[in-house]
């Protein structure tokens, strides 16, 4: 038991910028998280990060996200890390959540504190003199994010808002009560396209974990949705980086550093039709990649998967089915609620008010519509470019 003395002290703030240092993090990370840690932070793990590391930060010479993880260790353990990077846009340094971009949240990892504001104020002050950020720019803070309150108080702008569906599992005792707040035309309509489906070929139910098999149906998930963008002309330079299939697929396979995350699919006549990649974390289970075969298309097999998937995260005896942002039509008819999901910036010198303003705050939404605006014809034969 520490003595009032040692009690009283301030936590002591450190500042991780190698990987030889945030491996070292491991054993106290994991126990933080246990004890601290949040459903909704199910992407701030050391695991899930662990991973990340292996893909997105760059080689020797490269460039590429640089560490800049705040630590405080207090009472001899630690009690909280912020996991941030810092990145080039040109001329200038931003600062941002590590986990870009597959992680679909992010936060500040933290016990609760008494003294928890000024121990974000001094993280925040050691962090950004330390790294000299011209911005930073906190992507997908969600409204009860642990560092929310923080952001607000110390005016950080808000330069995007969207929502993340979600279904309250908790509220019902079972899947079959739970479902019948669907209408009874839509469940017959589901039923109708099952049957029909199975004539083509029987129907099962696959659900991985780990392995070979777990990696090489990442990989087919990949392979469907990167032919549906192709067909409907749509741009995603982060769904077709590869680093992007790779980090699932090690996370799926689990060789190490298992990171909650699994792929379930919807099998016909032995033929993967329908997949989902998905992350699991103290009673959450998030849906972050789903893809499809367009020749099973008329048949609604996303539909068809997201009820099979819906059905076993309720059987688990799991809490929440979060359908991840952005809050899309097809997800908000399954929803009971949104949580809204904010990227927030601070400009911190005279560049980067101008890059806050000017980028992130009109230049960025505008290339989006622009894109959305181009013939189809042309937005294929681009994401084909880009895919290359």
């Not at 240092?21 to 992407?43: C, I, K, P, S, V």
């Not at 490269?62 to 996991?83: C, D, K, S, Y």
């Not at 990696?215 to 990167?226: D, M, N, Q, S």
């Not at 009971?336 to 230049?363: F, N």
């Amino acid at each position: 038991v520490p003595s009032p003395a040692t009690a009283a002290e301030p936590p002591a703030l450190g500042l991780v910028r190698t990987r030889a240092g945030f491996d070292a993090l491991e054993a106290d990370w994991n126990a933080l998280f246990d004890r601290a840690g949040r459903d909704t932070q199910l992407f701030q793990t050391f695991n899930w990060l662990w991973h990340w590391a292996n893909h997105f930060l760059p080689a020797p010479g490269e460039r590429g996200p640089e560490l800049a993880i705040v630590t405080a260790h207090a009472e001899g353990r630690l009690v909280m890390v912020w996991p941030l990077v810092v990145e080039r846009a040109g001329p200038l340094k931003v600062l941002g959540g590590m986990g870009e971009p597959v992680s679909q949240y992010g936060d500040v990892l933290m016990e609760e504190r008494p003294d928890a504001p000024a121990l974000l104020r001094a993280a925040w002050d050691v962090v950004t003199a330390e790294t000299g950020a011209d911005v930073v720019h906190l992507r997908r803070v969600r409204a009860d994010a642990v560092v929310a309150p923080f952001l607000a108080e110390i005016g950080a702008v808000p330069t995007m808002e969207l929502a993340a569906p979600f279904l309250d599992l908790a509220s019902a005792p079972s899947f079959a009560v739970y479902e019948t707040r669907y209408s009874a035309s839509a469940r017959k309509k589901r039923n109708r396209r099952r049957r029909k489906l199975a004539e083509h070929g029987a129907l099962s139910h696959v659900w991985l974990t780990e392995g070979a098999d777990a990696e090489a149906l990442v990989a087919e998930t990949f392979r469907l949705k990167r032919q549906w963008m192709q067909a409907r002309g749509l741009v995603s330079p982060t769904l077709i980086d590869p680093r992007m299939a790779a980090f699932f697929a090690d996370a799926a396979r689990a060789a190490s550093h298992p990171a909650g995350c699994h792929v379930t699919g919807l099998v016909c006549g032995g033929r993967p039709i329908a997949l989902e990649i998905g992350v699991r974390c103290k009673g959450r289970s998030a849906t972050h990649v789903i893809a499809y075969d367009l020749d099973f298309e008329k048949w609604s097999v996303g539909a068809l998967l997201m009820e099979d998937s819906i059905r076993r995260t309720a059987d688990d005896g799991l809490a929440v089915f979060d359908l991840l942002a952005p809050g899309d039509a097809y997800k908000l008819e399954w929803a009971d609620g949104t949580v809204a999901v904010r990227d927030w910036t601070v400009a911190r010198s005279l560049p980067g008010r101008v890059y806050s303003a000017v980028y992130l705050g009109h230049v960025r939404a505008a290339v989006k519509r622009g894109l959305d605006a181009l013939p189809i014809g042309i937005r294929r034969s681009l994401v084909g470019a880009l895919s290359r």
